[in-house]
């Protein structure tokens, strides 16, 4: 979700910044989907995506790293930006734009959910080697 786009929105937003965000409807059914919960919901994901029965390699541990400091970096540009008026088409439908503050959200409660994910992996492993 993060790419080149999102920067390019924040440098090219008219938009000056408001005090307060105000989420989009669809924004907030779509980020309240990510957020992280007890008895986490079981989400659909690409193939090539999932991760499941691959081992977990270095390189994927520093590409996650680096979307965290890419996601800080992006927040930090985005100080100066009107969060709720500055759109950004999803990358599954360039037809559907979310407000960058929801791209955000989204973002955020997405990388929290593998970090719940990550947890329980742990746990697991620790109750099978004990």
Do not use: C
């Not at 390189?59 to 800080?72: E, Y």
């Not at 009107?82 to 979310?98: A, D, E, F, G, Y």
């Amino acid at each position: 979700m993060i790419d080149e786009f999102e920067e390019h929105t924040i440098h090219q937003s008219k938009f000056l910044p408001d005090k307060y965000f105000k989420s989009g409807l669809f924004g907030n059914y779509f980020t309240k989907s990510m957020l992280p919960k007890e008895n986490l919901t079981k989400m659909n994901t690409f193939e090539d995506k999932d991760p499941i029965g691959n081992p977990l390699k270095k390189s994927s541990v520093d590409r996650f790293i680096g979307q965290q400091q890419q996601i800080l970096s992006l927040l930090d540009k985005s100080k100066g930006t009107n969060l709720s008026k500055t759109k950004v088409p999803l990358s599954l439908s360039k037809w559907i734009k979310l407000r960058l503050g929801d791209v955000f959200r989204v973002v955020v409660y997405h990388n929290e959910r593998h970090l719940v994910q990550a947890k329980e992996m742990l746990n697991n492993y620790k109750k099978l080697t004990g």
